[in-house]
């Protein structure tokens, strides 16, 4: 069984920090490119940053460069979003995601709020 679970959102102030992560099991995690997607209230999904099976390379959206960092130890099959900087246009369900050729898997998401 597949499963992507997220954890670490909360209520952060303005400039805060929060680090996401994601486990995953039942398939085979160093294989599949991890990605972060966002949604906010009445917004279509974003993707926010994903990074390939070795962690060699990275793409992130603009909006988030030079603040959010995405990483991943596939000895324990966990992909992580280090956050700084934090802004209140960052809130939102932030979900992970995994793909290869032949599957792509979604998380359930974990909310992120950013305000005063």
């Known amino acids: 069984q597949v499963q992507l679970v997220e954890s670490g959102g909360g209520l952060v102030q303005p400039g805060g920090s929060l680090r996401l992560s994601c486990v995953a099991s039942?398939?085979?995690?160093?294989?599949?490119?991890m990605s972060w997607y966002r949604q906010a209230p009445g917004k279509e999904r974003e993707l926010v940053v994903d990074i390939t099976p070795t962690g060699g390379s990275t793409s992130y959206v603009d909006s988030v460069k030079g603040r959010f960092t995405i990483s991943r130890d596939n000895a324990k099959n966990t992909v992580y979003l280090q956050m700084n900087s934090l802004k209140p246009e960052d809130t939102a369900v932030y979900v992970c995601?995994?793909?290869?050729?032949?599957?792509?898997?979604w998380g359930q998401g974990t909310q992120v709020t950013v305000s005063s």
């Open positions: 039942g398939f085979t995690f160093s294989s599949a490119t």
């Open positions: 995601s995994a793909r290869t050729w032949s599957f792509h898997y």
